[in-house]
């Protein structure tokens, strides 16, 4: 079983930073590839940024490429989304998601666990 807790989230103005993380607890944490989600109201989750296992390979979804960073720390069983030129259509709760040990998840269906999220709030 892994627990994920993430942290970070907060109240920013247009073109401010945040940088969240998200701390697992259980096993395997280096096996596991990490995503970022987020769900705004009345929307859909969509995804946001994922790292590799080992944090050689990351991903972004178009509308963050460039702005936001996703890292992780295996030493510490935390992954972050370092934050950069927020826009009030970041506005949103993000949660983080780890894979099964040795998957590539593509997909959110495909990842096995989910923390709870932390709200992001971008103001114009």
């Known amino acids: 079983q892994v627990q994920l807790v993430e942290s970070g989230g907060g109240l920013v103005q247009t073109g401010g930073s945040l940088r969240l993380s998200c701390a697992a607890s259980?096993?395997?944490?280096?096996?596991?590839?990490m995503g970022w989600f987020r769900q705004a109201p009345g929307k859909e989750r969509e995804f946001v940024a994922r790292i590799s296992r080992d944090g050689s390979s990351t991903y972004y979804t178009d509308s963050v490429e460039g702005r936001f960073t996703i890292s992780r720390d295996n030493a510490k069983n935390t992954v972050y989304l370092q934050m950069n030129s927020l826009k009030p259509e970041d506005t949103a709760v993000y949660s983080c998601a780890a894979g099964g040990a040795g998957t590539t998840p593509q997909f959110a269906t495909e990842y096995a666990y989910w923390g709870q999220g932390t709200q992001v709030t971008v103001s114009s």
């Open positions: 259980g096993r395997a944490f280096s096996l596991r590839a």
